[in-house]
């Protein structure tokens, strides 16, 4: 039986480090609901799409590879630096957009694989500057082809006169969004 002050007082429970009291009980309405029919249809959220349009291209590249461990960001980390030898990490950032942290961890398990190799700037003794290693190298010209068919079969899902339309409206997407964007800093201290 309780006692009648304690229908007026919180109860104490010892051992919750949260709150030592309980509140009397209340009745629970339930939260209004968004209007589910305008804003949380993922078939019109172009941040959803974006996301599994990725997803679907990185499982199709991933499926080509076989048993090659290579993901899509690695990829454009191996093309990206064999068309700029010698670039520091901070400019692989920009060129890219994968983000500062993101990339360190890729640059460290692509130097495990032997893939890159890196030294520290004669400008910047703080930065370090990448390259491929030989093996790098046999990777990409390896992988390279796959690529290509994967961006093909990505494309062929729009019609002929839609493609170039798509990279472009895709290109200046990432421009704008970029620019919003809040910058990181340039420091390659890693």
């Known amino acids: 039986m309780r006692r009648s002050s304690e229908q ?6 010892p051992g919750n480090m949260f709150s030592q009291t309980r509140a009397k009980t209340t009745k629970m309405t339930k939260p209004e609901q968004p209007d ?7 078939e019109r959220s172009p941040i959803h799409l974006l996301h599994r349009a990725g997803q679907c291209a990185g499982d199709i590249f991933q499926g080509k590879l076989g048993t ?8 454009a980390v191996l093309l990206t630096v064999a068309l700029n030898e010698g670039l520091s990490q901070t400019h692989l950032v920009e060129k890219t957009g994968i983000d500062r942290s993101t990339l360190a961890d890729i640059v460290r398990r692509m130097l495990k694989k ?3 190799q890196r030294r520290r700037t004669r400008e910047d003794a703080r930065a370090y500057a990448v390259k491929l290693t030989e093996e ?12 290509i068919e994967v961006d093909q079969i990505v ?5 002929d006169g839609d493609r170039d339309r798509f990279l472009s409206d895709l290109n ?9 964007a ?3 800093p340039l420091a390659d201290s890693d």
Request: aromatic share 6%.
């Open 155 to 159: 494309l062929a899902a729009l019609d």
């Open 136 to 147: 790098g190298w046999r990777t990409l010209r390896s992988v390279q082809p796959t690529a």
């Open 8 to 13: 007026h007082h919180p109860r104490k429970f």
């Open 114 to 116: 032997n893939l890159l």
């Open 182 to 184: 809040p910058q990181q």
């Open 36 to 42: 589910l029919n305008v804003t949380a249809k993922l």
């Open 68 to 75: 090659t461990d290579l993901t899509p960001r690695q990829f």
């Open 172 to 180: 200046r997407i990432v421009a704008a969004l970029s620019a919003l």
